[in-house]
């Protein structure tokens, strides 16, 4: 049985999530673990509300990859939004111990286009279970 008010809690901490993220773009002043560790927990809230939906219990887990996978086994085509299992790396390790000084500045619009279309997908799915 799908638990919709766990799922609307989940997408509900997501969106807060999602507002910070939209106040982030100055990578001067949110480094990318914090923009990175925005972004990885706005996809877990996310991914964790679509399991409760289908009335998955969710692992305590903050592997995007295995969430992706565990709402793919329902049959939902969610190839799109594959690039966000980079940022699980965020969740713990580069939080704490920061982000090697060579690497690639994050592409923040790209990043944030797609938890944008992930919140949206989950949104409209949560709001066509509520209404029936």
């Not at 919709?4 to 001067?28: C, I, K, Q």
């Not at 990885?40 to 887990?61: D, I, N, R």
């Not at 049959?75 to 939004?81: S, Y």
């Not at 982000?99 to 619009?109: I, M, V």
Request: hydrophobic share 45%; aromatic share 8%; charged share 30%.
């Amino acid at each position: 049985m799908s638990d919709l008010r766990e799922a609307r809690t989940l997408t509900d901490a997501a969106e807060r999530d999602l507002s910070a993220l939209h106040g982030m773009d100055d990578a001067a002043v949110f480094a990318d673990e914090i923009f990175g560790f925005h972004v990885q927990q706005a996809a877990e809230k996310l991914l964790k509300a679509w399991l409760a939906m289908l009335g998955e219990t969710y692992p305590l887990s903050h592997d995007l990859a295995a969430l992706l996978d565990m709402v793919n086994t329902h049959g939902a085509d969610v190839a799109r939004f594959d690039t966000l299992v980079d940022y699980s790396r965020y969740a713990v390790r580069l939080r704490y111990a920061g982000a090697d000084p060579g690497a690639r500045p994050l592409n923040r619009s790209e990043a944030l286009g797609r938890v944008d279309e992930l919140f949206e997908e989950v949104q409209r799915r949560l709001t066509s279970a509520e209404s029936t």
